[in-house]
C-alpha cells in the first residue's frame, strides 16, 4: 500500500525519467550541424554590427519601477472588487488608504521629476576654464 | 497470446517507427521563411492567400530563420542578394528544406546569358529540395512543388543520406 508522499515520490521519479528519456531520445535522432555561419546573430541576413546586448538609458529604471509598483496595485484591486459587497464598508475604508499611500509615493516621483522624459543631459563638469570664464559663461547662461 | 497480439480494443493505441513520426511531423508543420525577391513572391503571396490557402499544409510564415524550417527562394537571385540567401540559409535550423521557384532561382531564367548581376540559379549557393518552373510558376504549379517536397520528406530516413532533388513537370 501506497503512503501519499510515496505517490509524490513515484511523480518526481517519473517525471525526472521522463525529462531525461527526452533529452536522451532527442539527442540520439536530433540533426546536429552547427556551424559558426548558424550561431551568428540574425541580423536580416546581412552581417552583425555591433553587440547584441545594448544598453538602456538609465532613466528606463525609474519609470519601470512606478509601473511596477501601479501594475501590482492592480493586481490587488481585482480580488477586492471580486469580493466588495460582501465585505462592506471596512474594506472599502482598508482600500482607500492603501491606494491614498501609493498616490503619496506617485506624486513624491512626480514632484521629483523622475516622470519629465525631455531631462537635459547633465553637463560635464568645466574643469580647463578659469572662474573668470566660468562667471562669465554663467552670466551669459542667466 | 503475445504481450501486445490482438490484446486491446481501445482505439487509442498506434504502433510506428520513430522515422514515420518524425516525418510526419516534419511534413506536416513546414514553417517558411517570410521574404520573397521578385515577381514569383507575388504568385507565392497569392498561394498564401484564402483561394489557395498553403496554411492547410501547416505552412506558416516565419519572420525569423531560427523558426523556419523550410526556404522559399521565389525570383531572381542577385549577386548581391546571393550571400544573404546563403546566410539565412545557414542560418535556419536542421532539418531544413528549399524550393526554388521559378525560372530566375531554378537557372537564371531570362537572365541566363546576359544578366551580369544574376545568380545562374540558386543551386550555386544553397542546396535545393525541389524545382519550381515557371515564369512565375501559377500557384497551382507552387502547391505541386510543396506536396511533391511533402512527398520527399515521407521517403527521408534518419541515417541514409539526404534524397536527390525532385522537379515539377512543365505542363
Known sequence: MLTEFAKVLLFLFIGVVF???????????RPHRPNAEKSTIYECGEEPIGNPWVRFNIRFYTVALIFLIFDVEVVFLFPWAVVYKELGLFAFIEMVVF??????????????GDLEWDKPRPKFLDVFSTEKQRSEKAEVEI | MGLLDKRFESENIVITTVEDVLNWARLSSLW????????????????SASHFDIMRFGIIPRSSPRQADLMIVAGTVTLKMASRVKRLYEQMPDPKYVISMGS???????????????LK??????????YVPGCPPRPEAFLEGIIKLRQKIRR??????????VYVEEK
Open chain 2, 156 to 165: 527521408e530516413s534518419i541515417v541514409k543520406k539526404k534524397l536527390p532533388p
Open chain 1, 99 to 112: 491606494l491614498l499611500i501609493l498616490i503619496l509615493g506617485y506624486a513624491y516621483a512626480w514632484a521629483k
Open chain 2, 32 to 47: 517558411m521563411m517570410q521574404f520573397g525577391l521578385a515577381c514569383c513572391a507575388i504568385e507565392m503571396m497569392a498561394a
Open chain 1, 19 to 29: 525529462v531525461l528519456g527526452a533529452l536522451i531520445t532527442n539527442r540520439l535522432i
Open chain 2, 104 to 118: 530566375c532561382a531554378n537557372c537564371g531564367g531570362p537572365y541566363w546569358e546576359h544578366g551580369y548581376h544574376v
Open chain 2, 121 to 130: 540559379g540558386v543551386d550555386r549557393v544553397i542546396p535545393v529540395d525541389v
